[in-house]
């Protein structure tokens, strides 16, 4: 036992972080589906950056919180590592929409939606996640870890498949490869961010078990 973790042993946890990390994995849930409930492209552009708003708020409070607490209930740099990458989730929807006013992209296409829906699993599955750090259900984070894996491979899968089908399709206009692949690529890194919280969260697993 490290000297660190006498001291976490010794010394009253502040439980206040799992709150803020369950908000921000609640937050990056609810946002994402209203992304995705959402077919009119203005209205889910001025949505996601409302929902985007949110979670920026929710990280700037366990920031300052890291700065005042002595003792954290997991180490700090975990801590921090799983805010950053619950909030680049909702920043890359968040993206997605932005780009689909900025290149015009009136109507998503069912790739685009069908990314959506597993992001969607994705945020569902973090949602559930999270709380299980509070109560040390490690065996649940890896569960919840190869659950987000698998989506991201169908993710991944269904990415490249549309990206292959615009670039080999000839009557594909070159404009509406660019604004598409635009909004597919942000999609796409928000379910490699999944992917990593599925990789911090079995590292905790693996660490605090």
Known sequence: MGIQDVIRWLVPKDE?????????????????????????????????????????????????????TFVTPIDREDIHLLSSALDDILDLANGAARACQLFGVTERTPAMQELLAILHQCTEVVDRA???????????????????????KEGDRVYKAEVSRLFHDQTVDAKVLLREKAVLDDLENALDHCDGVASILANLAVKHA
């Not at 995705?36 to 708003?53: L, S, T, Y």
């Open 16 to 68: 206040h972080f799992f709150d803020i990390l369950e908000k921000q994995a609640t937050t990056a849930r609810e946002g994402v589906a209203a992304f995705k409930d959402e077919r009119d492209v203005a209205a889910a552009g001025v949505n996601m950056q409302a929902w985007e708003h949110k979670g920026d708020k929710l990280v700037h409070e366990l920031e300052e919180s890291l700065a005042k």
């Open 130 to 152: 999270i709380p299980n750090l509070r109560k040390h259900a490690y065996a649940a984070l890896v569960d919840s870890s190869r659950e987000l894996r698998k989506l991201e």
